[in-house]
């Protein structure tokens, strides 16, 4: 299981060791979670040819039965000789809630590798009050450190985008908050240090401690601070249009309404799949804080007519202002398109609620 906070690269640290456990000839099933459905994160994974269940509705630690059947349905169809689940990026108490029952249920099908949470840098520095910079409330950050708590190994990951001395700064300040967990630094984006992580995911177990304390009163309010936006929009053009810059134009119309209304950004992100294009081609788009620029990931090589775009927003906010927000963004960028039009054919805004497992050991 690869946990960490919103924005923090598992999806694609996901997608690289699915990569790297299939090079090696093994099978790999992936699945994914989130409070809705219509996930982001879900149509990249599968847009890489990777067998991927999503379980959509709640956390892993309020889906457990529904996890389960999804590591039976992917048995069932692929026979995977390893599953990577990436939990919600507002998740926490991961191990007394999933890992912990999972082991003492289904001991006999399963080996628990050690829990990985990934840690945005730039993100972290500034819960840590090592940065200035824009940054959650309080119980929010609750939400943050919590993950990091439970984690047998800490992943400062995205480590290109700070400097050596930042990065020792942080990991010092990691290795002493967390002394349980072992700190390591990568960069998925550009592969570089993942070997480590990956060889102690596969050849380690999780470590057995007693679960941590969680004050869950403090963790829903923290949850229920989150506003979360999925949405799919068919755009349809009388010519052809240029998909990536109408994610940048999209993501930085909307960037700049939520910074305007004082809005925390902690993960936006969006895929375009054309109409028109090769099967499983994508264009993405990744906004990981509020003065962050969105970057794409994956491009289209050429123009398009049509397709499906998927959004995927979360934000310190409340769910109806991003609501607001992304249609007078679809609708301003549209309009800088000749012949564009963008359709919005699902919309799911809402606050988290309050976390109920279905298990939880110790």
């Known amino acids: 299981m690869i946990g960490g906070f919103l924005g923090a690269g598992k999806t694609t640290t996901v997608g690289r060791l699915a990569k790297h456990l299939s090079d090696q000839g093994l099978k790999v099933g992936l699945i994914t979670n989130d409070q809705a459905g219509g996930l982001v994160d879900t149509k990249l994974l599968r847009g890489q ?3 991927t269940e999503e379980i959509a509705g709640g956390c892993f630690c309020c889906r457990f039965n529904t996890l389960v059947d999804a590591a039976s349905k992917l048995t ?22 999933v890992t912990y029952p999972l082991r003492r249920m289904y001991g006999d099908s399963f080996t628990i590798a050690p829990l990985s949470v990934l840690v945005d840098p730039i993100r972290a520095r500034r819960v840590f009050g090592l940065d200035a910079g824009g940054t959650f409330s309080t119980k929010v950050a609750y939400i943050f450190k919590k993950q ?18 930042q990065r020792e700064e942080l990991r010092a300040v990691l290795t002493k908050e967390f002394p349980l967990a072992k700190v390591v630094t990568a960069s998925p984006r550009q592969e570089t240090g993942l ?4 060889a102690s995911l596969m050849t380690d177990e999780q470590a057995r401690r007693n679960p941590m304390a969680v004050d869950y009163e403090v963790y829903a309010d923290g949850e ?33 309404r939520l910074q305007l209304a004082g809005v925390e950004i902690a993960h936006f992100k969006m895929t375009f799949s054309p109409d028109d294009g090769i099967a499983g081609e994508l264009a993405s788009i990744n906004l990981v804080r509020s003065d962050y620029v969105a970057e794409l990931g994956m491009e289209l090589d050429e123009p398009s007519t049509g397709g499906q775009l998927i959004i995927n927003l979360r934000a310190e906010a409340d769910p109806a202002s991003l609501m607001e927000a992304v249609k007078a963004g679809l609708e301003a960028t549209a309009s800088q398109f000749f012949g564009l039009k963008a359709t ?19």
Not at 76 to 97: H, M, R, W
Not at 195 to 198: A, R
């Open 49 to 51: 040819g990777y067998a």
């Open 76 to 97: 069932n169809t692929t026979k995977p000789d390893v599953f990577i689940a990436e939990p919600v990026g507002s998740c926490t108490d991961l191990v007394a809630t």
């Open 148 to 165: 990091l708590e439970e984690a047998d190994i800490i992943v400062i990951s995205k480590s290109d985008l700070i400097d050596d001395a």
């Open 195 to 198: 070997d480590e992580l990956f």
């Open 224 to 256: 229920a601070l989150l506003g979360w936006l999925n949405a799919t929009v068919t755009l349809k053009s009388d010519d052809e249009f240029e998909a990536n810059d109408f994610l940048k134009k999209l993501a930085t119309n909307v960037q700049g």
């Open 344 to 362: 919005l054919d699902h919309e799911e805004h809402f606050r988290p609620g309050k976390p109920t497992p279905t298990h939880r050991d110790g």
